[in-house]
């Protein structure tokens, strides 16, 4: 046995663990409800999104996301608030806050509010009546302007023949809004001599692209969103806007930023970045711990955003453009603007280009008939040197001709020159590549006959040439020459294969030590890591209570300090000596002390150790099918295994029954199994419960090394055992053991007991 000092293990063990003792800061986490008026996958839906997460990623929060789409084109008033409800009646988990993105998500909680929802901040980003009130506490954020009236005077600046201005939008919440403030934004404009059409009706698209089409000329569009006609049937921006920009032949505006840059000539947009960035630090507000109602609402202002390549296009005055105008297509628009001017610098550029390009290949040419002449005497002396070596290795030599669709092999191949002359065709090769790589190499093999001239190539293969071998690995050097006759231009290819088998075999006894050497260092770092967790809980409380204990002056108080510090260290020392049992086990240094014993008795010694331990409601069943059962087996390990087994049986079942026992198999095996009725173990876990320190249930203590221990006895032993398990039905452990003697007595049964005789029979 190995002698190893259980207290100076615990203070190394202490001395190496204490500079792990500390605290870490907690990661930022926070569950966010994001609310949008929209469909889930509407372009201006997704960017407000990704802007706010990015936003919130930045600032140190981990954001769990959950989602709500009101679809508010497609439903009512009464089913958004039906969507809202359900979902809170389903999802009971805590949200931080919700932010609501757009006017319908807003105006739903700025005019309806519950029990649940009257107690979770709300962040709101959106366009807003001027005498809109806010008449909950739990509610802020951030108003954005439609920039209407801007994006009318500047498109009048712009294209300053302009007689009339259509206003559309569909009749969703969103598009009934822009309408409204449109109305009261341009009724100032009405008597400057433009005409003003508000408000577009189509029953379906085609009845809406007609009316795109048929816009009089002189006019541009104000526009802010189509996406629902008047029978309520729902379209896709990206499907039907590109289609609305085809049919129309004037500058449409627009007061979003989506398809700027793809038709809409711009405006002063509202822009999907700056809203979602505007929620996410609000929210961030409210995360620190500032209340809605006493955090102001802010304005988003709208940007100028322009294509500059469709002002171009449709001729308007740049000059009329904003000082900070983002643009859009800069460069296609001068080349647009500039294209004689373009064209002729540019052809001047390809024609020096071209001078260059053709004095270089020159240059390069030359250089490569000189490189030629000179490889060409050294391959000769290296043919040569090689063809005198070839016999004494595993060279195969060849080359294959484009125009003959031949290949010329020679060289040694085990120990037998084939002929420098023989020629075979090129499926000679490629059939005897091992199948699963053949397809590979037929596609390298064509590759090669688009290759350069002077490439060079190194390839490996599973191979043999002929049917009676194996396959080996082999490596194959090519270079690809280009040539020249009456015909055209063709390719010749050389090669060389070395057998690299033992290179291989070697190569792969190393990945694979190194791979063993990896797991290893995985497995060490995994047990240092849950050792450290599972000796720092004991030890913090052993600490924690021992100053408490010195601090507090009542009896009492010391007295439930010491049993506790008692208790952790029984836990402390239990976990050190398992740490050397199991280390005793997995070096061999573990002895198996057999003695006769009964298993009736056994069991009934068993049953008396548990039966006050179990739950109220739980019962425990023995079975023990024999009125004697004398055995040859080490007792003390029996029990250690059974034990550990049946404490685990009780930690985890809290109705029904415990059930232990055994049968006989054979002349010298016996099956002794344990079953509960418990919370059984998930199928996916099974395979870890014997794992070290591995815990299968966050509420529960770990159970640290004693299954693990419990394994490496099996083990030892030479037993077959498994574990079976349901979730929510129960668990059933078995271990099959053997014994070099096993007696059954049902009729005689000896009073006396078989332990004590037998001990005394050696004394004797």
Not at 124 to 149: A, C, H, M, P, Q
Not at 589 to 603: G, H, V
Not at 623 to 651: W, Y
């Amino acid at each position: 046995m190995l002698n190893i000092n259980k207290s100076s293990v615990f203070i190394i063990i202490f001395v190496l663990l204490l500079p792990l003792y500390g605290f870490s800061k907690s990661q930022e986490k926070r569950n966010v409800l994001y609310v949008s008026s929209f469909t889930y996958n509407n372009s201006w839906s997704i960017n407000c999104k990704e802007a706010m997460m990015n936003k919130f990623k930045k600032e140190g929060y981990t954001i769990y996301l959950k989602e709500i789409y009101l679809d508010e084109k497609s439903n009512s008033e009464e089913k958004r608030i039906e969507i809202i409800k359900n979902y809170f009646s389903k999802n009971k988990e805590h949200i931080d806050v919700i932010i609501a993105f757009d006017y319908g998500a807003t105006n739903l909680f700025l005019t309806y509010t519950d029990s649940i929802i009257s107690k979770i901040p709300i962040v709101f980003v959106s366009e807003l009546e001027t005498e809109r009130t806010i008449d909950f506490k739990n509610i802020t954020g951030i108003t954005s302007d439609y920039g209407i009236g801007r994006v009318y005077k500047n498109g009048l600046k712009i294209f300053p023949n302009t007689r009339k201005v259509y206003v559309w939008a569909d009749k969703s919440p969103t598009g009934e809004f822009f309408m409204k403030q449109a109305k009261q934004t341009l009724c100032a404009y009405e008597n400057e001599g433009i005409e003003i059409e508000y408000g577009v009706d189509a029953k379906n698209k085609e009845e809406l692209l007609t009316k795109f089409r048929n816009v009089e000329p002189y006019s541009f569009i104000l526009f802010s969103t189509w996406q629902v006609d008047d029978n309520g049937q729902l379209y896709i921006s990206n499907d039907l806007y590109p289609e609305i920009i085809k049919s129309t032949k004037v500058p449409i505006f627009t007061v979003f930023d989506g398809f700027i840059g793809s038709g809409f000539i711009g405006g002063f947009v509202q822009v999907a970045k700056n809203n979602g960035e505007a929620a996410a630090l609000k929210s961030v507000r409210i995360f620190n711990g500032e209340i809605p109602e006493k955090i102001s609402i802010d304005n988003i202002p709208p940007v100028p955003l322009y294509d500059y390549a469709e002002i171009v296009a449709r001729k308007g005055v740049f000059a009329a453009l904003p000082e900070n105008t983002v643009a859009k297509n800069i460069g296609k628009a001068f080349f647009n603007n500039h294209k004689i001017l373009v064209t002729l610098v540019s052809a001047i550029i390809i024609f020096i280009i071209s001078i260059l390009i053709l004095r270089y290949k020159n240059i390069i040419l030359n250089k490569k008939i000189k490189f030629k002449e000179e490889h060409e005497k050294d391959l000769q002396l290296n043919i040569k040197l090689l063809s005198s070596g070839m016999p004494s290795v595993q060279i195969l030599s060849w080359d294959y001709n484009e125009r003959t669709n031949k290949y010329k092999i020679g060289g040694s191949l085990n120990n037998q020159e084939k002929g420098i002359s023989q020629e075979v065709d090129p499926e000679f090769l490629l059939n005897n590549v091992i199948p699963e790589q053949r397809e590979e190499a037929i596609e390298f093999f064509h590759s090669l006959l688009t290759a350069e001239d002077g490439s060079e190539y190194v390839k490996e293969y599973l191979r043999k040439f002929d049917e009676k071998e194996n396959y080996s690995w082999w490596e194959t050097r090519i270079f690809v020459e280009l040539l020249e006759d009456k015909k055209g231009k063709y390719r010749k290819i050389r090669g060389i294969n070395f057998n690299i088998d033992k290179h291989k075999n070697i190569e792969q006894k190393l990945n694979e030590a190194l791979k063993k050497s990896i797991q290893s260092d995985i497995l060490k770092s995994r047990f240092i890591a849950n050792i450290s967790h599972e000796i720092r809980t004991p030890l913090n409380a052993i600490l924690g209570f021992t100053e408490l204990v010195i601090d507090s002056e009542d009896r009492e108080e010391q007295l439930e300090y010491r049993k506790i510090i008692r208790e952790n260290n029984e836990k402390l020392l239990n976990l050190v000596e398992d740490i050397i049992e199991l280390s005793e086990i997995e070096s061999g240094f573990i002895e198996f002390k057999r003695i006769k014993f009964d298993l009736k008795q056994f069991f009934e010694e068993f049953e008396g150790l548990f039966k006050y331990k179990i739950k109220n409601g739980v019962d425990l069943i023995v079975d023990s099918p024999h009125k004697s059962c004398i055995v040859f087996m080490d007792k003390q390990k029996l029990t250690q295994i059974l034990k550990e087994i049946v404490e685990n049986s009780i930690k985890f079942t809290n109705s029904g029954h415990i059930k232990f026992g055994y049968e006989i198999i054979g002349k010298d095996k016996i099956k002794f199994y344990i079953e509960d009725t418990g919370i059984g173990v998930k199928e996916k876990n099974i395979s870890r419960v014997f794992d070290r320190f591995e815990k299968l249930d966050s509420f529960e203590h770990g159970p640290g090394l004693g299954l693990a221990i419990i394994k490496a006895l099996l083990d030892n032993l030479g037993a077959k055992y498994s574990l079976e398990s349901k979730e929510g039905v129960g668990t059933k452990f078995w271990a099959i053991l053997s014994s070099e003697l096993i007696l059954v007595d049902d009729n005689n049964i000896k009073e006396t007991n078989v332990e004590i005789d037998n001990y005394i029979s050696k004394i004797q």
